[in-house]
């Protein structure tokens, strides 16, 4: 891992439609990586790997009767905000892009009498716990406004309750809970168990459960979901973030794959060694790339905020003190600790460092995928305003080794798809935590620009060339620049312009 700067003190084949033969990311992203550079990807992808293949001339939505979902609340909020946006490239872009996870990727059901929703990534078939969590996460503002739309949000919560009661270390499970795991996840070496898509852990997986549960009575003032089985679920994660501080060894989780990228795979089957800090172990990051040092800030200041919402849920909706205090107490626990170890001195003052081990090593950098130091704000976990600023500036810069700037546009990728990839994630993060209208507007742009080819926007593409991208259908990237979108319409209408 030549590429992130480290400071060191001690000791798939293509999955262009749902049908396809599935991989896992990596392999869909080593195929477009493989794409000529300077070639058009539209020109070697077909058409059928797009999901508006039921849409009109002026929409790529699909059809009404073909959408998996339909929300009064979301169409009337569409039209509002798109009212507001003079652009009219602009304008087709986000009418497109908001809806595509309630268009494309739920799946409503019922279990045991009660709303049960699956929500797929885009081009996999499977339903990751963090991309689920954030894919519905700009609809929660609707639910109070839908019955229909809440009822389908309660589901998800409810189905994310039915996956951290079969595995709190998986980060993906199969939107069929009774099909066999992704194809590249099949052979790995680690205890797999049934409806299990990929079993890389990854703490933020056990966070985003928790942000949406805490978004979902929030909004809606419904509590229940918060059942019986809500609570082992909560109890469970809880309790494997106190295994993976490994203040009594590694804990039960090994993970080993056979690849040809190191960061699929885990170092001993376990990662790197960890000093038992106080902070909580990820084996992966967001990106499901594995970690270079244990402890993930981002995932740990993520962690932080969630545990106190949960300390919020616990007493308030199930009256259990203890769950409470033991999430306070870890919370308490890893601020502490993070204060301690997890920030680095620069030339520009001290910032948080993206990995620590708790031996003195560190990464500095950052990765695209959300919780990233660049999102902190975004997920109410920046609890520094001065030290997030110095952070920032330096994550968005080329002292990041994973910052990119080039003809097509600037920001931050990651190596999961690896070098000179800009994700529009990250532009869009920027946007959705800056207070600069310049940087606001900037952001937006570039992710007009680089969405012109296809209509939607993408997982990442060619700092020089847009049209060179990874994932045609990418919900949660789609969604978010919604939220983005939606947001300027309110605050700077003038940027629409």
Request: net charge neutral.
């Amino acid at each position: 891992m030549a590429c992130e700067r480290l400071n060191s003190k001690g000791p798939n084949d293509d999955r262009t439609t749902a049908h396809a033969t599935i991989l896992t990311r990596r392999a869909f992203a080593s195929k477009m990586s493989r794409v000529i550079a300077g070639a058009s990807l539209l020109s070697v992808v077909p058409k059928s790997a797009f999901p508006q293949t039921t849409g009109s001339a002026s929409s790529k939505r699909p059809l009404p009767a073909d959408r998996k979902f339909r929300s009064r609340a979301l169409e009337a909020y569409i039209l509002d905000i798109a009212a507001r946006i003079q652009d009219p490239a602009l304008s087709a872009l986000f009418t497109d892009c908001f809806p595509n996870t309630l268009d494309t990727t739920v799946e409503p059901g019922r279990f045991e009498g009660k709303p049960d929703t699956a929500v797929i990534t885009g081009d996999i078939p499977a339903m990751w716990l963090r991309d689920s969590s954030a894919q519905v996460w700009p609809y929660l503002p609707l639910a109070s406004k839908d019955a229909a739309l809440r009822e389908l949000l309660e589901g998800v919560v409810r189905r994310q309750t039915r996956c951290l009661l079969i595995d709190t270390y998986a980060n993906c499970f199969m939107a069929d809970l009774n099909a066999p795991p992704l194809e590249g996840s099949r052979h790995d070496k680690t205890d797999m168990k049934q409806g299990v898509g990929e079993r890389k852990y990854e703490l933020d997986s056990l966070c985003y459960p928790i942000r949406l549960s805490h978004g979902y009575w929030r909004s809606t003032g419904d509590v229940r979901p918060f059942d019986a089985s809500w609570k082992r679920a909560m109890q469970n994660a809880l309790s494997t973030m106190q295994v993976q501080q490994r203040k009594h060894g590694p804990g039960p989780y090994t993970f080993q794959r056979d690849a040809p990228n190191p960061t699929d795979s885990l170092v001993n089957g376990i990662g790197n060694p960890a000093n038992p800090i106080g902070l909580i172990a990820s084996c992966f990051r967001p990106s499901d790339d594995a970690c270079i040092f244990p402890f993930l800030t981002p995932a740990n200041l993520f962690a932080i905020s969630c545990l106190r919402q949960l300390a919020t849920m616990a007493n308030s909706i199930l009256n259990d003190t203890v769950m409470a205090n033991q999430a306070s107490a870890l919370a308490d626990e890893v601020h502490a600790a993070l204060l301690q170890h997890a920030i680095a001195s620069t030339d520009s003052g001290t910032i948080w460092c993206y990995e620590v081990d708790g031996f003195g090593g560190s990464a500095l950098m950052d990765d695209a995928n959300v919780p990233s130091l660049l999102s902190l704000p975004y997920l109410d976990s920046s609890p520094d305003a001065a030290l997030y600023a110095r952070t920032r500036e330096f994550v968005w810069s080329d002292r990041n080794p994973w910052f990119f700037r080039g003809k097509a546009g600037e920001g931050i990728g990651g190596p999961h798809i690896g070098r000179y990839s800009i994700w529009p994630m990250s532009q869009i993060i920027y946007a959705l935590t800056s207070i600069s209208p310049r940087e606001i507007g900037r952001s937006i742009q570039m992710l007009k620009a680089a969405a012109a080819a296809t209509g939607f926007i993408h997982e990442s593409y060619n700092r020089d060339n847009s049209a060179i991208f990874t994932r045609s259908w990418f919900a949660w990237a789609n969604t978010l620049f919604g939220e983005l979108i939606g947001k300027t319409a309110q605050l700077h209408p003038e940027l629409l312009a």
